[in-house]
Nanobody
């Protein structure tokens, strides 16, 4: 089970830190990703991190978001700075459990096996 937290309503330029805690099994050797979905739009990749800590970002968030993981806590984080209204959406964390130990981070949602329930992020202008 994955549980996201940390979402909220903020103003443009503010920061938020999202957390995703896994329970029931460990995902320390699995890549994990964050996706977001705005109303009427498809779920899109935001950032992902390999089991070894390699980080990848969508162009729209590069330089503003930072992903990290704490394998001892089975938790992944994303620090979101300089938030923009277009960052608004439901943020989901996900685990790619098919290829443990792989350095690859996939950008497509279909490559992820487990998903959290999502946390809403709303950025007002």
């Amino acid at each position: 089970r994955l549980a996201e937290s940390g979402g909220g309503l903020v103003q443009a330029g503010d920061s938020l830190r999202l957390s995703c805690a896994a329970s029931g099994r460990t995902f320390s050797r699995s890549a994990m990703g964050w996706f977001r979905q705005a109303p009427g739009q498809e779920r899109e990749f935001v950032t992902g991190i390999s089991w070894g800590g390699g980080a990848y970002y969508a162009d729209s968030v590069k330089g503003r978001f930072t992903i990290s993981r704490d394998n001892a806590k089975n938790t992944v984080y994303v620090q979101m700075n300089s938030l923009k209204p277009e960052d608004t959406g439901v943020y989901y964390c996900a685990v790619d459990a098919r290829t443990p130990g792989s350095a690859t981070v996939h950008y497509t949602a279909t490559r992820y096996d487990y998903w959290g329930q999502g946390t809403q992020v709303t950025v007002s202008s």
